[in-house]
C-alpha cells in the first residue's frame, strides 16, 4: 500500500511540475498561481501555508524558481526520487518549448503576427505574476496583527526601495531581511 501510495505521489509530482514547465511563459513566478492550484487545490501534496511558505523559501536561494520549487517539493513528497523527477518534469518541457521557439523566432521575428503573438503573451504573463503577488500577499498577511500588518507593509516598501531605486542586488535584499525577520521574530513580534 505504501509503495503504491508513493507511486501516486511521484506521478502527481511528475503531472503536476510537467504542467508548469509547459505553460511557463514570462519567467518563473508566472507559474505560481499554477502550481499552488495543481500542488495544494487538485492534488493536496501541499497545504497554503507551505506553499506559502515555499515561495519564501525558493526566493532566498540561487537559481530559477520552478527548479527550485521542484526540488523542495518533490524532496517534500516524495525524497531524493521525488525531486529528480519533478526537477525533470519541469525542465524537460521548458527545454524543448524554448529550443523550437527560439529556432522559428529566430527566423521570423521581425513578422507581425509574430511580434503580435508575443503581445498576448505579455499580457498573460504579466496577469500570471499579478496573480502571484496576490496569492503571496494573501498568505503572508493572513493572521498578521494590525501592528505585524504595517511593519510588514513598511519593510516590503523598504525592499521594494532598496532594490529598484538603489539597485541592492536582490539577493542581498533577501538575506538582509531574512535577518530582519529573524530579530523580529527573536524579540517577539511574530
Same mark, same amino acid.
Given at each position: 500500500?505504501?509503495?503504491?501510495?508513493?507511486?501516486?505521489?511521484?506521478?502527481?509530482?511528475?503531472?503536476?511540475?510537467?504542467?508548469?514547465?509547459?505553460?511557463?511563459?514570462?519567467?518563473?513566478?508566472?507559474?505560481? *498561481?499554477?502550481?499552488?492550484?495543481?500542488?495544494?487545490?487538485?492534488?493536496?501534496?501541499?497545504?497554503?501555508?507551505?506553499?506559502?511558505?515555499?515561495?519564501?523559501?525558493?526566493?532566498?536561494?540561487?537559481? *530559477?524558481?520552478?527548479?527550485?520549487?521542484?526540488?523542495?517539493?518533490?524532496?517534500?513528497?516524495?525524497?531524493?526520487?521525488?525531486?529528480?523527477?519533478?526537477?525533470?518534469?519541469?525542465?524537460? *518541457?521548458?527545454?524543448?518549448?524554448?529550443?523550437?521557439?527560439?529556432?522559428? @523566432?529566430?527566423?521570423?521575428?521581425?513578422? *507581425?503576427?509574430?511580434?503580435?503573438? @508575443?503581445?498576448?503573451?505579455?499580457?498573460?504573463?504579466?496577469?500570471?505574476?499579478?496573480?502571484?503577488?496576490?496569492?503571496?500577499?494573501?498568505?503572508?498577511?493572513?493572521?498578521?496583527?494590525?501592528?505585524?500588518?504595517?511593519?510588514?507593509?513598511?519593510?516590503t516598501s523598504a525592499s521594494i526601495i532598496l532594490v529598484e531605486v538603489f539597485r541592492v542586488e536582490p539577493l542581498v535584499?533577501?538575506?538582509?531581511?531574512?535577518?530582519?525577520?529573524?530579530?523580529?521574530?527573536?524579540?517577539?513580534?511574530?
Amino acid at each position: 500500500m505504501a509503495v503504491e501510495h508513493l507511486f501516486k505521489d511521484i506521478l502527481d509530482l511528475f503531472i503536476a511540475f510537467l504542467k508548469a514547465g509547459l505553460i511557463m511563459f514570462g519567467g518563473g513566478h508566472v507559474v505560481i *498561481p499554477i502550481l499552488k492550484y495543481e500542488l495544494v487545490e487538485n492534488r493536496k501534496l501541499l497545504v497554503e501555508s507551505e506553499f506559502i511558505d515555499l515561495i519564501a523559501l525558493t526566493e532566498g536561494v540561487p537559481g *530559477p524558481i520552478t527548479v527550485k520549487m521542484a526540488t523542495f517539493v518533490g524532496y517534500r513528497v516524495a525524497g531524493f526520487i521525488g525531486s529528480i523527477v519533478a526537477i525533470i518534469a519541469v525542465v524537460i *518541457p521548458t527545454f524543448l518549448i524554448a529550443f523550437t521557439v527560439i529556432t522559428v @523566432l529566430h527566423h521570423y521575428y521581425q513578422h *507581425p503576427l509574430v511580434k503580435s503573438l @508575443l503581445k498576448g503573451i505579455r499580457i498573460a504573463a504579466l496577469s500570471l505574476i499579478l496573480v502571484a503577488v496576490v496569492t503571496l500577499a494573501r498568505g503572508i498577511f493572513r493572521g498578521l496583527s494590525h501592528t505585524q500588518t504595517i511593519v510588514t507593509i513598511l519593510l516590503t516598501s523598504a525592499s521594494i526601495i532598496l532594490v529598484e531605486v538603489f539597485r541592492v542586488e536582490p539577493l542581498v535584499a533577501v538575506g538582509l531581511f531574512a535577518v530582519i525577520g529573524l530579530v523580529l521574530g527573536l524579540v517577539g513580534f511574530w
